[in-house]
């Protein structure tokens, strides 16, 4: 098991950036994948960015190029760097941990508001 908390949303402007960070209770360097996802009310959560134990990492193609995924192991913390802010951006982020037969773990979401 793990348990993860996310941190770091708030309120930004358009063009802005915010960093956001998942604390995991247990080393994420053996961890299968390390994802981040986002959901907006009335709509399906989608994954934002995740990055496998050996180093793989994938963007949705909304976010590619303002978003940069990156660990710190001696940490246990996952980051989701947000550059170029835009208003469709604005929802709950949610750090996600795939653990394979161990399951997949979720933290409770941090809200991000981009907004002039």
């Known amino acids: 098991q793990v348990q993860l908390v996310e941190s770091g949303g708030g309120l930004a402007q358009p063009g802005g950036s915010l960093r956001l960070s998942c604390a995991a209770s247990?080393?994420?360097?053996?961890?299968?994948?390390m994802r981040w996802y986002r959901q907006v009310p009335g709509k399906a959560r989608e994954l934002v960015a995740a990055?496998?134990?050996?180093?793989?990492?994938i963007y949705r193609d909304s976010v590619k190029g303002r978003f940069t995924i990156s660990t710190d192991n001696a940490k246990n913390t996952v980051y989701l760097q947000m550059n170029s802010l835009k208003p469709e951006d604005t929802a709950v982020y949610y750090c996600?941990?795939?653990?394979?037969?161990?399951?997949?773990?979720w933290g409770q979401g941090t809200q991000v508001t981009v907004s002039s």
């Open positions: 990055i496998t134990s050996v180093g793989t990492i």
């Open positions: 996600n941990a795939v653990m394979g037969a161990d399951g997949t773990y």
């Open positions: 247990r080393s994420i360097s053996s961890i299968n994948s």
